[in-house]
């Protein structure tokens, strides 16, 4: 099992396929569970805090808006802990923690930085594509899987 | 008026990840107010942003766009509207500033525009999220264009504390204090009121409150209106300047924060309040008058000597720096009106990048409260937006005679209750 | 500021979307109910929500996919079913991650037809399926452009 970035985080579909083949998909849900089961100050709905974009400081410097840092206290754990990434180009329509372009561009320059198998590809638009877009994201899990065992 | 809670659209970009979204709904709470998101579906977001024509990458943005437009177009119904985002998104500033000269220009509904970073706090935004309650929930009140009976105002400032007494629509009595211990203050200037109007405080028919001691004094006074400072404010700039009907822009430099309000028919559209630093507020005016051994009152009488101090390098974006600044050009060999004219200018200009932008000047363009005594402050104002500044009389007491006005809508009732007891 | 005991802590929560012919969100809810023992099962109109240890929650998972292999879609959540800080009740308006959804699932057949396809591939013909990946579309580029439209 491999843990897999998805990109846009939020995806339904990257989520079920990462874990249908699988490996583990890193993705929003993933951190803001964490949010949600920690104790602290009350602080509705995502139990983020001031805190959060303080933590954020670490990949964001303090002249980027504090959504940006708030957001990447959310995925910069993630991206460090991620052992594979796959990124759906353009998610213009993935709002709420992927509802910043800002942050997403931030996020996807430090997921092709790193030195991890990537797959970068577009959502489908037809059957034909469906069958392309499938095949492409089951044949990368699947290298992943024999990469683990060789 | 009903006790449903005012229902505020919340049009925001970064609120939750900037971890004070609950700061926004309990300071709307206090105020008996409710924040909701405008309901969407994905193809109004679609259409909506494709409509609006502004190109923008982030997706929260597009979602803004839409739910703003759903609002105007009264799919969604709303009492008032606040739009805000990340302070130091340039993305999200445009949309902010596009969307609120949209609801302005398109209905009926207040809306106020703030960016926020993590350390926004549910302090800074009740004023704000009040004066657009105040406005949605009490525009009959705000409507009042003529005073009646005998009314007091009590405006407690960050630096003073101002009263006026109102009778048949004149002012008859003033108090003026710096600000020591609110009630204390508060008490010393009504005395002065009273005294100067030859009336006793049982003549009195309605009493309002304003400025940052409002609810303690207005608890001490047993006031029948307590109101915040931005509708007071404006609702007294437009009354004193004769301005009651058509647009205007009311403008008040202040101690600690400065306002910005646009007027439609005595009633504000839009406004913003701030200030980043005590640089951009009269704070930095009262440290040049210091600076130059003179009294507050003097300093504009010495900048008017200047032909503007425009040349003088000065910066008033920090306090801190713009003291600094202020000390370099006298030790240049600047002479004390210029750097006096500078000052001024530096705070018109601070005011006019970090507020006149985020609402639509419209004229006439009115100066209020203590700082538009300041002559040098008022023509670097006028100069900056290349207009004739109007500045009413008793302007130092705006905050006093909006409160005088407003609560003189409770004193026709307040008879009616006296008769029938 | 008030402090905040969490609750379902050490819980996952899964999505379950299905987009089907043969298979309605109520079916999935209802078969999710069947093999619960217990876990927490909240239907909705696109499937359902399933809240509990993460063992538990994978085997039902696995147990509903089994109905509609290539139609039935899942997905993590970061909060328990029927929270008010997310509830469209609550808020007056839908969470933003619903729009998302909304989106996604629009794509559902492409990429169920996709699954069915792909299923007994041997790697070959998956890497051939696999071809190249679906071009990333640049803006063309104004140069480009202009020398198109000379020829």
């Known amino acids: ?150 | 008026m009903s006790d449903r809670p005012v229902r505020i659209a919340q049009i925001t970009c970064g609120a939750e990840y900037s971890g004070i979204q609950n700061e926004i709904t309990s300071a709307a709470a206090t105020v008996g107010a409710q924040m909701f998101y405008p309901d969407v579906a994905l193809k109004d977001v679609k259409t909506a942003y494709k409509e609006f024509g502004l190109p923008v990458k982030s997706p929260d943005l597009k979602l803004a766009i839409a739910r703003a437009k759903a609002v105007v177009e009264g799919r969604v119904e709303a009492d008032g509207i606040f739009i805000a985002s990340c302070f130091r998104c340039a993305e999200a500033a445009i949309v902010r500033n596009e969307l609120r000269r949209y609801i302005v220009e398109n209905s009926k509904i207040p809306v106020v525009s703030y960016s926020f970073n993590e350390r926004t706090g549910a302090s800074t935004l009740l004023t704000r999220l009040e004066a657009l309650s105040t406005i949605a929930k009490r525009r009959e009140l705000m409507a009042r264009e003529v005073q009646v009976g005998i009314t007091m105002g009590v405006d407690s400032g960050s630096s003073t504390t101002k009263c006026v007494i109102m009778k048949d629509n004149e002012i008859v009595g003033t108090g003026w204090k710096p600000t020591t211990e609110v009630l204390k203050s508060a008490d010393d200037v009504i005395a002065e009121a009273l005294a100067e109007s030859g009336l006793k405080m049982s003549d009195i028919e309605a009493i309002g409150t304003t400025g940052y001691g409002r609810f303690l004094i207005g608890k001490h006074l047993n006031a029948d209106l307590v109101q915040e400072e931005l509708t007071v404010n404006s609702k007294g700039a437009v009354y004193l300047a004769n301005a009651q009907k058509g647009f205007a822009t009311v403008i008040d430099i202040g101690g600690m924060d400065n306002k910005a309000i646009s007027v439609n028919d005595g009633i504000p559209g839009s406004f913003t309040m701030g200030g980043i630093c005590a640089g951009a507020s009269g704070r930095f005016l009262e440290m040049t008058s210091k600076r130059l051994g003179v009294d507050i009152t003097e300093l504009g009488a010495l900048s008017m000597k200047s032909a503007g101090g425009e040349d003088v390098p000065m910066n008033s974006y920090c306090i801190v720096f713009g003291t600094q600044s202020l000390v370099n050009a006298l030790a240049s060999g600047y002479k004390p009106e210029d750097v006096a004219a500078a000052s001024c200018h530096s705070v018109a200009q601070q005011v006019y990048e970090q507020q006149l932008q985020e609402v639509d000047i419209k004229e006439p363009v009115i100066m209020v409260g203590g700082s538009s005594l300041i002559q040098g402050l008022v023509r670097a104002m006028g100069r900056m937006l290349n207009t004739e500044v109007v500045v009413p009389h008793h302007s130092q007491y705006i905050g006093a005679v909006g409160a005088a006005l407003i609560a003189s809508g409770f004193v026709e009732k307040k008879r009616a209750e006296k008769k029938e007891a | 500021m008030k402090p905040y005991i969490p609750e379902y802590v050490g819980t996952v929560t899964k999505y379950v979307f299905v987009d089907s012919p043969d298979t309605t969100p109520q079916d999935i809810a209802t078969a999710a109910y069947e093999v619960a023992q217990g876990v927490m099962i909240k239907e909705t109109c696109f499937g359902c929500q399933i809240t509990g240890n993460p063992e538990d929650v994978s085997r039902i998972v696995d147990h509903l996919r089994e109905l509609d292999p290539y139609r039935i879609f899942v997905k993590d959540r970061g909060f328990p079913p029927g929270d008010a800080r997310r509830c469209r009740a609550d808020l007056g308006g839908a969470r933003p991650g619903y729009l998302g959804h909304e989106f996604e699932m629009k794509m559902a057949p492409y990429i169920s037809y996709g699954l069915e396809a792909v299923d007994n591939m041997s790697a070959e013909e998956l890497a051939k399926a696999a071809g190249e990946p679906l071009p990333i579309e640049e803006p063309l580029d104004a140069d480009i452009l202009e020398q198109l439209m000379e020829e």
């Open chain 1, 1 to 150: 099992m491999v843990k897999v970035f998805i990109y846009p985080a939020t995806s339904l579909m990257l989520s079920d396929l990462v874990a249908r083949y699988g490996h583990t998909p890193l993705g929003s849900a993933v951190s803001i569970r964490e949010h949600i089961q920690t104790p602290g100050f009350d602080s509705p709905p995502l139990q983020m805090t001031a805190e959060d974009p303080q933590k954020g400081l670490k990949w964001a410097a303090v002249e980027v808006p504090s959504g940006i840092r708030g957001r990447m206290s959310l995925y910069g754990p993630l991206v460090e802990e991620a052992e594979a990434a796959i990124i759906i180009d353009e998610p213009e329509l993935s709002f709420g923690c992927m509802g910043c372009a800002r942050t997403n561009e931030l996020l996807c320059f430090m997921l092709r930085e790193k030195d991890i198998p990537r797959l970068e590809l577009r959502y489908p638009a037809s059957r034909e594509e469906g069958v392309t877009f499938v095949a492409q994201i089951k044949k990368f899990l699947d290298d992943l899987k024999k990469e683990e065992t060789a």
